[in-house]
């Protein structure tokens, strides 16, 4: 079921939806500004991460004329967790957004994922393909480096409540600072990457807005090779499409670029210098391919 909307003071309705077992789906719903330009874009975050991812980029496509909306995967943020952590992989992930669309009568949108957000998308078209009409994949392609499995294999779970924003904020950095080598000394950035990723406890301690157990289904991709998502990807391929990459990626090499534009001749892509996985997507470099190519997409 639908438990309605409340509007929020960041410009956003908040739902939440019951997924096809019953667990409370939470999402931003973010009405576009007139007149309407094109299809809903629909944004899907990375493995750690939750609706916040966003929260800039959101409301800018909406001004462009089209509704975004923002979920929770199952496990994060205010979206409730899942009491058989096997569920947390993309094929799961993939059904919620289907059921989610349905729920809010969205019959095709572009889809916008970051890592893996970009593998949902992809699973989606393989599964559902008249759901997706274009897709952005942010840092993510059919082939992932190994090297990136194994960074986030050694930090996700492993997170343990903190004093302060201000400690979360150097957890953060701990983690990111390689990704973000330029924001190396911005404390402001990272109490900004704190707040989108943690949330306060009511004993005042902050912890890392996830359900540690995401780490249970991830950790089998550590003694294994990553599988290659080569099918899945031209599952998708046909549709218009972007590909947005963080120079100093970890997840996504210049190679994979190389090889999803090989097949996929009429690729849109961008490259965002002195960023590793994943940009924001308010770089100035990733939003203006963003606007350029939600200008022609449905």
Not at 122 to 130: H, L
Not at 155 to 179: D, H, I, N
């Amino acid at each position: 079921m639908d438990s309605g909307a409340r509007i929020s003071i960041g410009g956003f309705e908040e739902r939440v939806i019951a997924t096809v077992d019953g667990l409370s789906l939470y999402l931003r719903d973010y009405a576009p500004l007139a007149p309407v330009t094109g299809l809903p874009v629909i944004c899907l975050h990375g493995l750690t991460r939750n609706s916040r991812d966003f929260e800039v980029v959101a409301p800018r496509i909406a001004a462009l004329g089209r509704r975004v909306i923002a979920p929770d995967m199952r496990g994060r943020g205010h979206s409730a967790n899942d009491p058989d952590p096997a569920h947390y992989v993309p094929t799961v992930y993939a059904q919620d957004v289907v059921a989610l669309l349905d729920k809010l009568e969205v019959p095709k949108a572009v889809f916008l994922g970051t890592s893996m957000g970009g593998v949902i998308t992809m699973v989606v078209g393989a599964s559902a393909p008249d759901r997706v009409a274009a897709s952005i994949l942010n840092d993510i392609g059919p082939h992932i480096d190994p090297q990136g499995i194994a960074f986030i294999a050694s930090y996700v779970g492993r997170a343990r409540p903190l004093a302060s924003w201000e400690e979360a904020a150097q957890a953060a950095k701990a983690v990111a600072a390689g990704a973000f080598p330029t924001r190396a000394n911005d404390d402001d950035f990272w109490l900004m990457v704190a707040r989108r990723t943690h949330h306060q406890l009511d004993n005042g301690q902050v912890e890392a807005d996830y359900d540690p157990h995401i780490a249970l289904a991830f950790a089998d991709l550590e003694h294994q090779p990553p599988a290659d998502l080569t099918p899945l990807f031209q599952s998708i391929a046909q549709k218009p499409m972007l590909s947005v990459r963080g120079a100093l990626s970890n997840i996504l090499s210049a190679d994979t670029v190389a090889q999803m534009k090989a097949l996929k001749g009429d690729l849109d892509t961008v490259e965002i210098p002195d960023i590793g996985h994943a940009p924001w997507l308010d770089e100035p470099g990733a939003w203006d391919a963003i606007l350029d190519f939600l200008a022609r997409a449905p």
